[in-house]
């Protein structure tokens, strides 16, 4: 099964824009349906977006749609969260999460491969 390593976290403005990467190790990167999560201080962990192991049908999250963008190279074992228009509330760590199954769970208790996470802060 892959390993995922998340890139990319940092601390940022509000209306910045970030994109968080996320490798993958093993030679089945293809089959797996990826997304992302993130996990705010005190809250639970909630899905944010996903995307097919083709890189076609990405779905998002309401607080997701229109600003972030999700894709995936399959060649370099990588997939992508593209967030633009950041803001305060967006601030959590963020999970690159994996599931070989044709679409990624968006309930976190159900997905069983998952990355360290990367840091994410907006300030207003």
């Known amino acids: 099964q892959v390993q995922l390593v998340e890139s990319g976290g940092g601390l940022v403005q509000a209306g910045d824009s970030l994109r968080l990467s996320c490798a993958a190790s093993g030679r089945t990167f293809s089959a797996y349906a990826m997304g992302w999560f993130r996990q705010a201080p005190g809250k639970e962990r909630e899905f944010v977006a996903k995307i097919s192991w083709s890189g076609s049908t990405p779905y998002y999250a309401n607080s997701a749609q229109g600003r972030f963008t999700i894709s995936r190279d399959n060649a370099k074992n990588t997939v992508y969260l593209q967030m633009n228009s950041l803001k305060p509330e967006d601030t959590a760590v963020y999970y690159c999460?994996?599931?070989?199954?044709?679409?990624?769970?968006?309930?976190?208790?159900?997905?069983?491969?998952w990355g360290q996470g990367t840091q994410v802060t907006v300030s207003s």
């Open positions: 999460a994996a599931s070989q199954s044709r679409s990624l769970p968006t309930v976190p208790g159900t997905v069983r491969l």
